[in-house]
């Protein structure tokens, strides 16, 4: 069964640290890694994503490193701001006919000013 | 341009009823999903259809069922409803099955009494 684990589950960040989440997935069968960011009372809105054959992906404060063989990939927002308080969820699409997506089960992130 | 529109946002119901939500997708997209998120916890794939054919199907009982119209809206009803089906749900909509970046609605917050 394909599964997508997150850590950690909650993170609290000083302005201006950089925030790291964790994302492990257990089967190969997944061929894209969004990240998406979550606020309250809103739905998931895509963040970045990466494809496997990519080992890291930036777009502004924004950062994917991605491992194949360890089956890990992570993100890094550098310079949190607090404006980046929200849940964010890693995912991996699967490969079937249905191209569904995978979800980790969220980090609640909360930058203080 | 509209982005994905999902209705009603809100919605009590009492166990046994049945209850049908409803998806717009944005224009031009052909291809919708739908999510159920328990609180504290990530999206679950329920349905993909696209082109009115349904393309996956999650593990939820046979209680759930979706369709697509010709203008690529959807519909997903739940029958007999339980107290564990109190979530949100989510629709995404995509270009096409297999294209990248689903885009989601801000969902509709289901809760059964």
């Known amino acids: 069964q394909q599964q997508v684990k997150q850590s950690p589950q909650s993170l609290i960040v000083q302005k201006g640290g950089i925030s790291i989440i964790n994302c492990a997935y257990e089967?190969?069968?997944?061929?894209?890694f969004p990240w998406y960011q979550q606020f309250p009372g809103k739905g998931p809105a895509l963040l970045i994503a990466i494809r496997p054959d990519v080992s890291e992906k930036k777009e502004g404060r924004f950062t994917i490193s991605f491992n194949k063989s360890a089956k890990q990939f992570s993100l890094h927002i550098m310079d949190s701001q607090p404006g980046d308080s929200a849940t964010y969820f890693c995912?991996?699409?699967?490969?079937?006919?249905?191209?569904?997506?995978?979800f980790g089960s969220g980090t609640r992130l909360l930058v203080r000013p | 341009d509209a982005g994905v529109t999902q209705s009603p946002t809100h919605l009590i119901k009492t166990r046994g009823q049945h209850v049908t939500l409803r998806c717009s997708p944005i224009s031009g997209h052909k291809s919708v999903s739908w999510y159920q998120q328990v609180l504290g916890q990530g999206p679950q794939f329920i349905f993909q259809y696209y082109e009115k054919e349904e393309r996956g199907r999650g593990n939820f009982p046979d209680r759930f069922s979706a369709r697509q119209f010709p203008n690529y809206s959807s519909e997903l009803n739940v029958n007999a409803l339980l107290l564990g089906d109190s979530a949100l749900y989510l629709c995404?909509?995509?270009?096409?099955?297999?294209?990248?970046?689903?885009?989601f609605g801000s969902g509709t917050r289901l809760t059964v009494v």
């Open positions: 995404a909509s995509s270009l096409y099955v297999g294209s990248y970046g689903y885009t």
């Open positions: 089967n190969t069968a997944f061929d894209y």
């Open positions: 995912a991996g699409r699967g490969m079937d006919s249905s191209y569904k997506l995978i």
